[in-house]
Each structure stands twice: as structure tokens, then as C-alpha cells.
């Protein structure tokens, strides 16, 4: 898979991280610290979330490439696609948009309820720690980047691959927290409501790339699909 496609799906699914995990780095410590004190710690935050991604990575990255599995690119693509089609249609159905997250939903929000109170003492440590276990936690979102990552064929190129994920879902992330300092959570609706349509169009991306219909940047032809069409 190639790391654009990991950027698109972190950045796309990042409208669904900020319903999720907005609340929990809303209630971080250090609210009241000056921009750059403030800054420094939303980034030791969400870089202990992404180093945990990475790492996960690694090892499904090695997984996928024990059982050579970085021939099925183009299977994995049409199938997050669809997934992703699913999430958009039950999130306007007002049901649980990531269906990957319905057996942890109330586990998912008391741990990241629980979470936000810890390791006030030591700031920045305790904010990249609050990161890290972050990462640990059940999300849909996350599980459709690992599943993109068995077919990296390698420990690094897994870890590249999630740790591109990880950087897709910062900058609505960080925006959330610097915004969330004076714009109500209410008000954050509006983007909510469109995140379904982002999900959706991601979705489509996903299944097009997968499909190897030869149109240029959209939907090229994998290396997989050129070698079916030499046979």
C-alpha cells in the first residue's frame, strides 16, 4: 500500500477521531498553559499516539510479510473502501459509525474518560504517556490502517505506513485543541455532521485505486493487476 493512501485515510478518519477523541484532548492537563507550553504538550500528546501506531505497524507489517501477503494491495484497497462506505451509510443511519468499534464502545469512552486525569504531575512525560496508551485503545479507524499495513510486506515499511496514518489524523487533531480553547464542543456539530461525506468520499477513492481502471493518480495500475494482465 502506498503511504499516500495512508495519509488519505488518517486525515479522512480524523473527522471521526475528533467525536472520539476530541473529548479526551479537550481534558488534557495544561489547558491554562501559554500557546507554546500548550503546543509542546498537544504534540507529546498525539506523538505518543502515533509512535504507538507505528510500532503496531511494525509488527503487522512483519505478519504480513511472513505470510507474504504485499501481493494483495489491491484486494485490501477496494475492501477498506468498502468498509469505509459502510462506516459514511451507518453514521447518517444515526448507528455506530465504525462498526469494527461496536463490541467497545462504552469500554472505548470510560478508558478514555479515565485517561485524561492521569499523570498531571509530570506534564510533558505524562502527556506523551497519555499518547501512547491512547494508541492502545480500540478503534475502528486504527484497525483498517493495521489491516492496510499487513500487505506492507515488512517490519519498517509497516511502521512507515502507520506512522503516515498517524500524521494524517493530526492536523484536524491539534486543530480541535486549539480551537477547543474558545469555541465550544457544541459547535463543533457542523463538522461532525460532515464527516460522514468525508468517510464516504475517501471510501471511493479507496475502491477506485483498488480497482486498477488506469486513470492516472485516481485509480492507476497496481503492480499486482499489471502482472494478472502479463499471464
Not at 503487522?60 to 459514511?88: E, K, P
Not at 465504525?98 to 498531571?120: N, R
Not at 493495521?146 to 506492507?152: G, N
Amino acid at each position: 500500500m502506498e503511504l499516500w493512501t495512508a495519509f488519505l485515510l488518517g486525515l479522512g478518519g480524523s473527522l471521526h477521531c475528533v467525536g472520539m477523541c476530541g473529548p479526551l484532548a479537550l481534558a488534557l492537563p495544561g489547558g491554562r498553559d501559554g500557546v507554546l507550553r500548550f503546543a509542546f504538550g498537544r504534540l507529546c500528546y498525539n506523538g505518543g499516539r502515533i509512535i504507538t501506531y507505528a510500532l503496531l505497524g511494525g509488527v503487522i507489517g512483519m505478519v504480513g510479510g511472513f505470510f507474504g501477503l504485499a501481493g494483495v494491495q489491491q484486494y485490501l484497497s477496494v475492501g477498506l473502501g468498502i468498509t469505509l462506505l459502510l462506516s459514511a451509510i451507518l453514521w447518517l443511519s444515526r448507528r455506530n459509525p465504525l462498526v469494527l468499534e461496536l463490541p467497545f464502545s462504552a469500554g472505548i469512552i470510560a478508558l478514555k474518560g479515565k485517561l485524561g486525569g492521569l499523570l498531571v504531575r509530570d506534564r510533558r512525560g505524562g502527556l506523551l504517556l497519555i499518547g501512547l496508551l491512547n494508541g492502545l485503545l480500540p478503534c475502528g479507524l486504527v484497525y483498517m490502517g493495521l489491516v492496510a499495513s499487513l500487505a506492507t510486506g515488512g517490519v519498517w515499511q509497516g511502521m512507515a505506513y502507520m506512522a503516515v496514518f498517524g500524521a494524517g489524523t493530526l492536523p484536524l487533531m491539534l486543530a480541535t485543541v486549539f480551537v477547543g480553547r474558545v469555541v465550544r464542543p457544541r459547535q463543533w456539530q457542523g463538522l461532525r455532521q460532515a464527516a460522514p461525506f468525508g468517510l464516504a468520499l475517501l471510501g471511493v477513492l479507496l475502491v477506485l485505486r483498488g480497482l486498477s481502471l488506469d486513470i492516472p493518480f485516481v485509480s492507476p495500475i497496481l503492480q499486482e493487476a499489471a502482472a494478472g494482465h502479463h499471464h
